[in-house]
């Protein structure tokens, strides 16, 4: 096995090379991308007894997961949370053997700097859209809440096979609620902009409501119904020192069920050939019965072109949103009077130069207790469209985020240690017609056995659901009849 320039994690204690010495071992399955959703298929599939390689192309794995620390304090540079009201993240969490680390957020009540003052975040919402136009007294002005009330008096509103979500909403309940709420709460979800985005795949239980009922009030208010008969219980969890142990935790129960990692190993080209798959490195030929293809949809789109051009070509359209996260610690004499709660969001359309800021010391007990006689917080800019502070070196993107924090907060000291962290190309976009676009790569990938595709650009950017689309793949590909065959002969 050539292992230059490559990191193995190899517990089984060698390997094919796939260079035809051995030829392609029974039930053999290349999982490329060492996201959550490539890390989640690889430990499925060596759960169920086959032979896994994961190949990732950085240098680690885990994608938008990182675990990090400020001035000794351990914190999260990537995602900080898990949503915990969907399974599928914290049963990862606990087959990894994080279970005792869960944690709930020792508070979950963040504001709004709307209109140079911090405001209560209102209640009765699904994702900003508001089922009681009451709750909203005090963010909107009376020509906003005006605009709320009118969806009652509006006729209904099909949505179509689609819809974006920003467009219709402000067409039943103005655009003030979407500016002021909607915007900070769903677009940052995607770092997106909601007058863009799909609501059949950003809010799908809203839009199959919405279809059903005649206003979108009634709607917001059948999915809050249903919510409601859901098992009380965090809507959110992280992991004590970090959501980013989440992968190398994953990636130790790969190893431990036999499978092989490697990273600085990124993948050339993808060939089918009969009764299965060549995967090119840098360096080898691997061949396999199955491949599982969990990176963006950019570099699933080149792996693509020459085996599936219709895939490749949709996948080719996915746009990508770029952030940055501004870690910042601060005496903790120094942010004494910070406002209750775990932070705020900011409606883009106040023009600030931050998204949010997350007031990690209150948030999460454990950077509490690590951070001693520290405060950590982080800032959050850009989204789609709006990346030109991205370009700027790291000690603007602090004085900028140190500069709206002054104004929001009144927090006017310098950090003891700062913190930038660049996600460039970091959120897939979902626009009107993703779903339909989803469905077309899947039917095209469909048609060559022992392939499929997972992770963020599908069916959601958020852990669990980037989680159980790499357990779908997993579960498809141990269907294959091929693999599932080799293996049974193997056996």
């Not at 193995?8 to 996201?35: E, K, T």
């Not at 219709?168 to 003030?176: L, P, T």
């Not at 469209?385 to 006017?412: C, F, H, M, Q, T």
């Not at 095209?444 to 852990?463: E, F, M, N, S, T």
Request: with cysteine; aromatic share 4%; proline share 6%.
């Amino acid at each position: 096995m050539n292992t230059d320039n490559a990191d193995v994690l190899d517990p089984g204690g060698g390997g094919d090379s796939g260079d035809g010495a051995h030829g392609a071992r029974a039930g053999r399955v290349v999982v490329i991308g060492g996201g959550m959703a490539g890390l989640t298929a690889a430990l499925r599939l060596a759960g169920a007894g086959r032979s896994v390689t994961l190949l990732e192309a950085d240098g680690r794995v885990g994608g938008k997961l990182l675990a990090g620390e400020i001035a000794g304090a351990p914190v999260d540079l990537g995602a900080e949370s898990i949503l915990a009201r969907r399974p599928e993240g914290v049963e990862l969490a606990r087959a990894a053997g994080l279970g005792d680390d869960l944690r709930q957020p020792a508070t979950a009540t963040a504001s709004l700097w709307s209109r140079d003052a911090l405001r209560p975040m209102p209640k009765g919402h699904v994702m900003g859209v508001p089922g009681d136009p009451a709750a909203l007294a005090g963010l909107l002005s009376g020509e906003g809440l005006a605009a709320v009330e009118r969806d009652r008096a509006l006729p209904p509103a099909e949505p179509g096979d689609d819809v974006a979500i920003g467009a219709y909403v402000a067409e039943r309940m103005g655009r003030e609620i979407v500016d002021r709420l909607v915007e900070p709460l769903l677009g940052g979800v995607y770092a997106g902009d909601s007058y863009r985005i799909s609501m059949r795949a950003a809010v799908p239980k809203l839009y199959e409501a919405v279809r059903r009922h005649p206003t979108l009030t009634d709607a917001v208010r059948a999915v809050q119904a249903e919510a409601a008969k859901a098992p009380a219980g965090p809507a959110f969890a992280g992991i004590a020192g970090g959501v980013g142990r989440l992968p190398a935790a994953v990636a130790e129960a790969v190893a431990a069920a036999g499978g092989e990692i490697r990273t600085h190993t990124p993948v050339r080209g993808l060939t089918r050939r009969p009764g299965g798959w060549e995967v090119r490195t840098e360096h080898e030929l691997l061949h396999a019965d199955a491949v599982v293809l969990a990176t963006p949809a950019g570099a699933a789109a080149k792996l693509l072109a020459a085996v599936s051009p219709a895939a490749a070509a949709e996948l080719a359209t996915v746009e990508y949103a770029s952030m940055a996260l501004v870690t910042l610690a601060f005496r903790r004499a120094d942010a004494a009077g910070l406002p209750d709660g775990s932070g705020f969001l900011v409606p883009p359309v106040d023009g600030r130069a931050i998204k949010a800021s997350t007031f990690s010391s209150r948030k999460w007990g454990w950077v509490d207790e690590r951070a001693g006689d520290l405060f950590v917080l982080r800032t959050s800019l850009g989204r789609y469209g709006e990346e030109e502070y991205l370009g700027r070196d790291d000690a603007d993107l602090v004085a900028v985020s140190l500069r709206d924090l002054r104004d929001a907060v009144g927090l006017d000291a310098r950090p003891v240690a700062t913190a930038v962290t660049r996600w460039i190309g970091g959120l897939p976009q979902y626009p009107v017609g993703h779903p339909a676009r989803v469905a077309r790569i899947r039917a095209a990938v469909a048609g060559l056995p022992g392939l499929r595709v997972c992770g963020a650009a599908y069916d959601g950017v958020g852990i669990p659901a980037v989680v159980a689309d790499g357990r779908r793949a997993a579960d498809e590909i141990l269907a294959t009849p091929t693999l599932a065959r080799s293996t049974q002969s193997d056996e």
